[in-house]
């Protein structure tokens, strides 16, 4: 299943695509895709609903609908960084001994087609394509990794833009230069954990202007998402409708040879993630 939120912001219904291709309304089962509705074990509701032909088929008002993020208000963004061998070789780090965590601040989440906006003052934002992970259940202290893709509700694509002057030349953490206005365009929609077989093994791209500037495949991970939600729950108690970003692989401006192409105004972004769909934003200066 693809679940997923169609209209304006913060006017966004639920959605479900079948199997089938057809777009079924949620309304009647649930307000929202959100935490509560993990929490309510809400992906096999939908699924039982979609068994028993219960949904109603989308009007045709939500054709040309904007998409927004797949999931409203995630409690939190936890990120990953460094995450790919390749990316910490063209950004001159050693490859870490565990993973690197950061967060983002949650109201940065935006639709897959919404405009990436460069702060006021960044002469350094950059791209990051990464797989997103949704977790479906509450994850504390859990015991190993081998139980950890248990509590993952879904996966989708994530755009972790990053402005690398706030990030890594103005002290403090890295939190500033990742937490700006439309910082992380997601979706269009959460492909059920059921569907993806392998999180290890799913391609992943980026184009600027229609330049490939990242290909890549999770293979290329250091940490797996199975290894990423054991380790965080050691240290934060992750909760449904909670996102994690889990990386980006190499090409990203910052490890481009001088001068760097940092996003600019007018530049237009593509990413895909093999079987979770596309993404497609215009940048505009904020």
Same mark, same amino acid.
């Given at each position: 299943?693809?679940?997923?939120?169609?209209?304006?912001?913060?006017?966004?219904?639920?959605?479900?695509?079948?199997?089938?291709?057809?777009?079924?309304?949620?309304? %009647?089962?649930?307000?929202?895709?959100?935490?509560?509705?993990?929490?309510?074990?809400?992906?096999?509701?939908? %699924?039982?609903?979609?068994?028993?032909?219960?949904?109603?088929?989308?009007?045709?008002?939500?054709?040309? %609908?904007?998409?927004?993020?797949?999931?409203?208000?995630?409690?939190?963004?936890?990120?990953?960084?460094?995450?790919?061998?390749?990316?910490?070789?063209?950004?001159?780090?050693?490859?870490?001994?565990?993973?690197?965590?950061?967060?983002?601040?949650?109201?940065?989440?935006? &639709?897959?087609?919404?405009?990436?906006?460069?702060?006021?003052?960044?002469?350094?934002?950059?791209?990051?394509?990464?797989?997103?992970?949704?977790?479906?259940?509450?994850?504390?202290?859990?015991?190993?990794?081998?139980?950890?893709?248990?509590?993952?509700?879904?996966?989708?694509?994530?755009?972790?833009?990053?402005?690398?002057?706030?990030?890594?030349?103005?002290? &403090?953490?890295?939190?500033?230069?990742? !937490?700006?206005?439309?910082?992380?365009? @997601?979706?269009?929609?959460?492909?059920? %954990?059921?569907?993806?077989?392998?999180?290890?093994?799913? &391609? @992943?791209?980026?184009?600027?202007?229609?330049?490939?500037?990242?290909? !890549?495949?999770?293979?290329?991970?250091?940490?797996?998402?199975?290894?990423?939600?054991?380790?965080?729950?050691?240290?934060?108690?992750?909760?449904?409708?909670?996102?994690?970003?889990?990386?980006?692989?190499?090409?990203?401006?910052?490890?481009?040879?001088?001068?760097?192409?940092?996003?600019?105004?007018?530049?237009?972004?593509?990413?895909?993630?093999?079987?979770?769909?596309?993404?497609?934003?215009?940048?505009?200066?904020?």
């Amino acid at each position: 299943m693809q679940l997923l939120r169609l209209g304006e912001p913060g006017s966004e219904r639920p959605f479900v695509r079948a199997g089938d291709g057809t777009l079924r309304d949620l309304s %009647a089962l649930t307000a929202d895709i959100d935490g509560s509705f993990f929490a309510g074990d809400g992906v096999a509701r939908v %699924a039982a609903a979609l068994a028993a032909g219960e949904l109603p088929e989308a009007g045709a008002e939500f054709a040309r %609908a904007r998409t927004g993020a797949p999931i409203a208000r995630p409690g939190k963004v936890v990120c990953i960084g460094l995450n790919y061998r390749q990316h910490a070789e063209e950004s001159g780090a050693e490859v870490p001994a565990e993973p690197v965590v950061f967060m983002k601040a949650p109201d940065v989440v935006v &639709g897959p087609e919404d405009d990436v906006l460069v702060p006021r003052g960044s002469a350094k934002t950059d791209w990051e394509v990464e797989l997103g992970v949704v977790i479906g259940k509450t994850a504390r202290y859990l015991e190993s990794a081998e139980e950890a893709l248990e509590y993952v509700a879904g996966y989708t694509v994530s755009n972790d833009v990053s402005e690398r002057e706030f990030q890594l030349e103005r002290g &403090g953490t890295w939190d500033k230069g990742k !937490s700006c206005e439309n910082f992380n365009p @997601l979706g269009p929609w959460l492909v059920t %954990a059921d569907e993806v077989a392998d999180p290890q093994d799913l &391609g @992943l791209r980026l184009w600027v202007n229609g330049e490939k500037k990242q290909d !890549s495949s999770t293979k290329d991970m250091i940490f797996s998402v199975a290894e990423i939600v054991h380790y965080v729950s050691q240290y934060m108690v992750l909760r449904p409708g909670d996102l994690i970003n889990t990386g980006t692989p190499q090409g990203v401006a910052l490890g481009q040879p001088d001068p760097k192409p940092y996003l600019r105004e007018g530049d237009v972004i593509e990413l895909e993630i093999d079987g979770l769909g596309r993404q497609r934003q215009n940048v505009r200066q904020a």
